[in-house]
């Protein structure tokens, strides 16, 4: 079996005012690509280990990783795209494994991910097999399930599990290939949106993926069922939850699996309510010694890892207001600051507004800074999500005032990983507060030197109905009355 291996991972946000670039995207290709997969936790990585022990022969394209942001430049998609399509050309192979985020946009592109298994499919034609492996927060559009044989969703948020995810669709993808089974697929999306309550291990999102679990064992013709909690910052056309199901050769199989687990997410729409820490609560409970230091604060509203510029100052302003005796470390995106910092030097003062000018309504924070020390913010990531993969921040400065560090950073950057401070000569041990730009995969990684917290603060991750101007997403619940939907299964696939 001859199987060609390549990712786009991209997470969109159709509302920032920064468009996502070559320079945001650590790319890798052929034998590069093989060698950060071999010790990697991605879906990609977790692809190849299934290929290779089913002995097939790897073909190596490219993979292209970004932090999650605004709209992908169309050029840069298209000469990814390109080079996946000319190397499927060129070497003809029985199948493809594509991990893909499954929520990226372009600037003219709502479903650029649809776009690229479609011109797969037609550069392959119908025989080929084709698998992919989606985030589980995809916006899963008909165009992806129409054109694949799988898409398979990892399971858990945290993403613990991307290399599983990646594992069983490359292994479906071999039992297709191999005539051992014959996935068909149903789909069912529901009209409603939502941003908190969505870890998987716990509230609402719990029960169902134990009634998904409980669904899998009882039934052996269920290959997969994935349940798709399609980000809040993509304003596209059906942005909706989504469940799919694939069963073996019996469309009404993945049919029922996928209505009764559909009804069951709709029943429960309701109880996706926000429970997280107010700011001021959880620095008072740092400073009085409740709570073990260094505490680990995940910004609900500014979260680079959902897609936002990650230029807020919410939780510096309240540290410098309130609690001016707490050592914390806060990182934020700001391309001039940078820019002066590398300037004036190592040792220099600078008097520069840091934050707030990527994003509307964000304050910029006010302060004479001490530069301590600048980084070309180059970093591999070492934390469960995505260990192994190449990152960068752009050029970094590290700015000082009083008790508070910035790391300040030229572009939006994975600081849900450790290695991202640490790499830029920053020590965590000695502080009582660090900042991530991340809600639910820092804790993850950071679970070790701290206890995590995720807190309430402003910005557009922290969705509340009517945060964010949808156009094309809408009607849907609960930014409009919707009215009882009819939850029913499309079927995809050779015997739909």
Excluded at 63 to 72: E, I, K, M, N
């Amino acid at each position: 079996m001859r199987i060609l291996v390549s990712s786009i991972f991209h997470e969109g946000n159709s509302f920032s005012r920064l468009q996502t670039g070559l320079a945001n995207f650590a790319t890798v290709h052929g034998e590069a690509l093989l060698e950060k997969v071999s010790q990697g936790s991605s879906a990609l990585a977790g692809g190849c280990r299934a290929l290779a022990a089913a002995g097939a022969d790897i073909l190596p394209g490219v993979s292209a990783v970004a932090p999650p942001g605004g709209p992908v430049e169309d050029t840069v998609f298209e000469s990814l795209r390109s080079e996946i399509l000319s190397g499927l050309e060129a070497q003809r192979p029985d199948g493809v494994f594509l991990d893909l985020h499954g929520a990226m946009v372009t600037e003219s592109l709502d479903d650029p991910e649809g776009a690229l298994i479609a011109a797969a499919r037609r550069a392959l034609g119908p025989q080929a097999v084709i698998a992919v492996s989606l985030d589980l927060h995809a916006h899963v559009t008909p165009a992806m399930l129409e054109c694949a044989d799988i898409v398979v969703a990892c399971k858990e948020n945290p993403h613990t599990d991307y290399d599983l995810a990646g594992e069983r669709a490359a292994g479906l993808l071999v039992e297709t290939l191999q005539r051992r089974v014959a996935p068909v697929t149903a789909s069912v999306w529901l009209p409603f949106i939502f941003g908190a309550q969505m870890e998987t291990g716990r509230g609402p999102l719990a029960a169902l993926h134990a009634k998904r679990r409980e669904m899998m064992a009882a039934d052996p013709r269920l290959l997969d069922i994935s349940i798709y909690n399609c980000t809040t910052l993509v304003d596209v056309p059906d942005g909706r939850q989504c469940i799919t199901a694939i069963a073996d050769s019996d469309a009404e199989v993945a049919r029922a699996a996928a209505v009764e687990l559909a009804t069951l997410f709709w029943q429960q729409r309701d109880a996706f309510v926000s429970d997280f820490m107010p700011l001021r609560d959880a620095l008072s409970a740092v400073a009085k010694g409740r709570i073990a230091r260094p505490v680990i604060l995940g910004d609900q509203g500014d979260r680079v890892l959902a897609g936002t510029p990650g230029d807020g100052t919410a939780i510096l302003a309240e540290l410098a207001a309130h609690w001016p005796e707490l050592e914390a470390v806060v990182p934020v995106t700001d391309p001039a600051i940078v820019v002066a910092a590398r300037q004036a030097g190592i040792g220099a003062e600078i008097e520069e507004p840091l934050g707030g000018a990527l994003s509307s309504g964000v304050e910029p924070f006010r302060r004479r800074w001490q530069v301590a020390g600048l980084g070309d913010g180059r970093f591999v990531q070492d934390g469960p999500y995505l260990r192994n993969e190449p990152a960068m921040l752009g050029d970094t400065a590290i700015l000082r005032s009083g008790k508070l560090t910035v790391l300040a950073m030229s572009l939006p950057g994975f600081t849900q990983d450790p290695a991202a401070f640490r790499s830029q000569g920053i020590d965590l041990a000695d502080k009582d507060v660090v900042v991530v730009k991340s809600g639910y995969h820092f804790k993850i990684s950071f679970e070790t030197i701290g206890p995590c917290l995720v807190v309430d603060t402003p910005g557009i991750s922290n969705y509340r109905p009517g945060l964010l101007p949808f156009a094309k997403r809408r009607p849907i619940h609960p930014e409009d009355a919707i009215s009882e939907p009819r939850l029913t299964a499309r079927i995809f696939g050779q015997l739909a």
